[in-house]
Structure formats: structure tokens, C-alpha cells
């Protein structure tokens, strides 16, 4: 990379004006070893000049000045100035510069849905964490250490009063992970720093659905809000998250020749194209045509469905009027969906398949959640002997 020298001034005392050379990007000093972006001249001219002395004085020391300029970036730009190490020392130098925060920013830009959220949110106790401030050069593995302690004992954005939980400081600790490891590969970052971190481990965290008795149940209970209502049931009769069944439109619902349903659609976590068969019940929620290709393909099949306290409001007093004390949000409909496919004896991997999940462990979960429910309801004879 070719040096470019500028001559700058910069203002002294009683009306003078200092010169100095500016280089970019900066140079090695032979005397120090050290990289610098100045070499001041010793040199001056009148910021005013009144007299013609002082004009002169002015011309005379600018040309000089020039001429050393252009001495100078002739003799730094000649391929043999800089050795093979000095040139890498001071491209690593140069990186070490830049902002992790703005490349952090940049790869959250790159996600989609609520991956791009999860990333926003990791992002907001970095710059809590950082005050905004952090280069490159700033990384390391004690820096890491110091902000997996934070994560795990800082307050949630979201409540105020309560701890972060371990699973969303996972999550988030996860980005920044992710963020390393490119990092490594856009060779930003000379060493795996990524590698040599670890995750913070996850808290196997209770996993709330309903039974179909309880899911039967909702459908006879009336709802203030009917859009909710019928947005819960499609989750729990096809497992697709809220985002998905916020995002999704009439041209994702295909009618097959054998009248069924298809839906295609990307998954929000994995980003991959997805082909979910629903039932004919299941897409009754919808309130739409028989054919979906006859409603309107760009509108969403769940309009107005949006997520807030106040709309969560409508949800909980439905499940309370339904007369069910489990504590349900929304993503328990999706929960639900998976354990009771399981319970009816759908194979783990065709679930893991329904779901879009990449690793079958994550479907396995479920299978936990069967077998415990087998255990209860085994339990639950008793004779009196």
C-alpha cells in the first residue's frame, strides 16, 4: 500500500504556523521502531504576514517544505523501504484500529427475522459493557472472561429488576462468539480468539405446553382478542413461531392436487427453506379462501398479529378464563405442537424435520418431555394395598 505524505500546518504561538509532514497509513521510524503519523519540520511561516519579509519568508519556506514532501513520499513509496515484516506489522497495526463495535453492527445488519433481533440485543451490552469504545486491539481472552461475567450477573434490558438469565447471556455471549470466528476468517484477527473462549453453559430450562384436553379446552373458550386466539391454535396445530406466523403470506400456502395444504417458508433461527404439510383444520384458522391463491398473495395470512405487553394481556386472560394455571406464552403453543406428535408416536426425526431444527438434539428436548409426561402418568395408579 503506497504511503501518501501531506504537509499540514498547524497554529503556534504569536501568529505563526508550524509544518509537519502527515503520513498515511503511518510509517516504522528507523530510530524507535514505532509507527507514526508526524514528522514536524522545525519549520514556520506567518499565519498573517504583514511585511515583505514575512511573505518572502512564507514563499521561500513553503517551497522548501513541498520539496521535502515530495522527497519524502519518493523514498517511503520505493518497493524496497519497508520489509515483508514491517509491512505486516503495520497492516495488523492499522486493523487493530478499527471498531470491533462497528464490525459487530455490520454482521447484525447481515441477519434476517429474530436472529437479526438476538443480535441487536447482544449488541446493546456490548456497548453497555464497552461504553460503545472498542478496537480490535482492545480483544482478548481476559476482555472476554470480564464480559461473560457481566452477561451473567448484569440486569435483563427487558425487565430492569431481574438478572439476565443464563440462557439469554448464552445466547448473546454466542453472537459475540460468532462475531470472533468471522472475524478470524475476514483475517482481521491474527489468532482464533473465538476458539479459545468458552460458551457459557445453558440452564435446561422447563419447557411449558398443553395437553389436547387443554388445548380442546381454549378452543371452546372465548378470547377478547380473536386474532391471538386463532394465531395460538395455528401454532399449535402446524409448531411455527410467532414470527412466522406474523411474516407469513397467502402466497407461502400452496392447495396440492390431493387438496392439502403446503406451506413454504424460511425458517427464522436456520434461514432455510422449509416445506411444512398442515392439516385442513389447521389452515381453518386462517379465515381464508379454500384455494390461498385466491386471496390476495403479498398480504399477510394473520393481519395486524404483532407482539406487545398489551396484546400478551389478551393471551394470559384467555388461558385463565379456560380455567389452565400453567404458565403459557405464546411459544408454548409451539411446545406444544412438538409433544403432542411425540405423544402420538411421530418419529423423533420427522419432528425434528416439522420443527426445522438443524440438530436433532434440540428435538430430542421433546422426547424428554414425553418420557417424563409417560413417567407421571405411570405413576399415577395407586392401589391401596
Not at 141 to 158: G, I, P, Q
Not at 373 to 384: G, M
Request: aromatic content about 10%; some cysteine.
Amino acid at each position: 500500500m503506497a504511503v501518501k505524505v501531506t504537509l499540514r500546518l498547524k497554529d503556534i504561538s504569536k501568529g505563526r504556523q508550524s509544518l509537519y509532514l502527515d503520513f498515511y497509513p503511518p510509517i516504522i521510524k528507523q530510530d524507535t521502531g514505532k509507527t507514526s503519523r508526524r514528522e514536524f519540520l522545525n519549520l514556520y511561516i506567518h499565519k498573517k504576514p504583514k511585511t515583505p519579509f514575512e511573505k518572502t519568508h512564507n514563499t521561500e519556506t513553503l517551497w522548501m517544505c513541498k520539496s521535502i514532501r515530495q522527497k519524502r513520499e519518493n523514498y517511503l513509496n520505493k518497493p524496497e523501504i519497508y520489509s515483508d515484516y514491517e509491512r505486516e506489522q503495520l497492516r495488523i497495526k492499522e486493523l487493530g484500529e478499527q471498531s470491533f463495535i462497528d464490525y459487530f453492527n455490520k454482521l447484525a445488519n447481515k441477519r434476517k427475522a429474530s436472529n437479526h433481533d438476538n443480535w441487536v440485543s447482544a449488541l446493546k451490552y456490548l456497548n453497555a459493557f464497552t461504553n460503545g469504545n472498542l478496537k480490535f486491539a482492545d480483544l482478548s481472552v481476559r476482555f472476554f472472561e470480564d464480559f461473560k461475567e457481566y452477561l451473567l450477573t448484569t440486569k435483563s434490558n427487558a425487565s430492569k429488576k431481574a438478572k439476565l438469565s443464563p440462557n439469554s447471556a448464552s445466547s448473546y455471549f454466542n453472537k459475540v462468539k460468532a462475531a470472533l470466528k468471522q472475524a478470524f476468517k475476514d483475517d482481521i484477527l491474527q489468532t482464533d480468539l473465538n476458539a479459545k473462549i468458552k460458551p457459557i453453559k445453558t440452564v435446561e430450562s422447563r419447557r411449558e405446553y398443553l395437553t389436547l384436553q387443554e388445548l380442546n379446552t381454549l378452543v371452546k373458550t372465548d378470547c377478547n382478542n380473536p386474532l391471538i386466539k386463532r394465531a395460538a391454535l395455528f401454532s399449535a396445530m402446524t409448531g411455527l413461531a410467532f414470527k412466522e406466523i406474523q411474516n407469513l403470506k397467502w402466497g407461502d400456502i400452496s392447495l396440492t392436487d390431493r387438496n392439502e395444504y403446503l406451506i413454504l417458508s424460511k425458517r427464522q433461527k436456520t434461514e432455510s427453506d422449509n416445506y411444512l404439510p398442515i392439516s385442513n383444520q389447521a389452515f381453518s384458522f386462517t379465515n381464508g379462501s379454500k384455494n390461498p391463491k385466491d386471496m390476495p398473495q403479498d398480504d399477510q395470512v394473520f393481519k395486524g398479529l404483532k407482539y406487545s405487553a398489551y396484546r400478551n394481556k389478551f393471551l394470559f386472560q384467555w388461558i385463565g378464563a379456560a380455567g389452565i394455571t400453567k404458565h403459557i406464552t405464546f411459544h408454548c403453543f409451539r411446545h406444544t405442537y412438538a409433544t403432542l406428535l411425540l405423544s402420538n408416536g411421530e418419529a423423533i426425526t420427522t419432528l425434528s424435520k416439522m420443527m426445522g431444527h438443524k440438530d436433532l438434539k434440540t428435538t430430542m428436548i421433546y422426547a424428554k418431555i414425553v418420557d417424563e409426561s409417560k413417567r407421571n402418568a405411570a405413576n399415577s395408579i395407586k392401589l391401596d394395598l
